[in-house]
């Protein structure tokens, strides 16, 4: 049972546009979510997270939205540029996290110049 | 700052060896330690983690198992490698009570 979903492998952007990423949960007792960056053979890296207290959080270029009603979440990234293109987990935590976090499947943005 | 090692960077094992993959972290005390694993066209798994020395919660049935025997150490072990087991493994720390995790490299393991 897959409690973080990632719909969509793969998402092309052409540079300079706006980059959507969109990822669904199932379990109520989330509340904690986060956005992490992979690149190939190496750890993720971790972009930008969201409290269930909050809609919205902002750093920068990165923008995530959380509908709690929905259990929906997304990442935007305004401009996207080369160096984005990367593959984006979201992923998810319960009581504080210690037990660990619960990611989707990931995405891989593709940058287009 | 803190930084997160893991060794080996990449490792090929014949099915039946052992295995012993480690982790260390720098710059932190009291960490909350985790293995996770990542397969081929897969998210991460949650494998072990772990709150405190000695203290080892599994997520997951496998053949794989944890140990944490100082503060900053975690250590992935295996007495008999299966095909199964070949993966990314992930090493990542947290603060006490802090949601964000932070990752180390990753050991590219090959079972052949």
């Known amino acids: 049972d897959q409690q973080v979903k990632q719909n969509s492998p793969s998402l092309s952007v052409q540079e300079g546009r706006i980059s959507i990423l969109n990822c669904d949960y199932t379990n109520s007792m989330f509340d904690y979510f986060l956005w992490y960056k992979k690149y190939p053979a190496e750890g993720p890296t971790f972009l930008i997270s969201?409290?269930?207290?909050?809609d919205k959080n902002e750093d920068g270029r990165f923008t995530v939205f959380l509908n709690k009603s929905a259990k929906h979440l997304s990442l935007h990234i305004v401009p996207s540029q080369p160096g984005d293109s990367a593959v984006y987990f979201c992923?998810?935590?319960?009581?504080?996290?210690?037990?660990?976090?619960?990611f989707g499947k990931g995405t891989h943005l593709i940058i287009q110049p | 700052s803190q930084t997160i090692h893991q060794w080996p960077a990449t490792l090929v094992q014949p099915v039946g060896s052992p295995l012993s993959l480690e982790c260390t972290v720098e710059?932190?005390?009291?960490?909350?330690l985790y293995w996770y694993r990542q397969a081929a066209g897969r998210g991460l798994q949650l494998l072990f983690y772990s709150v405190g020395i000695g203290q080892i919660s599994s997520e997951v049935p496998q053949n794989l198992s944890a140990s944490r025997p100082q503060d900053r150490q975690f250590i992935l072990s295996s007495k008999k490698l299966l095909l199964s087991d070949s993966g990314f493994y992930l090493c990542a720390w947290s603060s006490r009570g802090g949601h964000e995790q932070y990752f180390g490299p990753g050991t590219r393991l090959t079972v052949t």
């Open positions: 992923a998810a935590s319960v009581r504080g996290g210690a037990d660990g976090l619960t």
């Open positions: 969201i409290s269930s207290i909050k």
């Open positions: 710059g932190t005390s009291n960490p909350n």
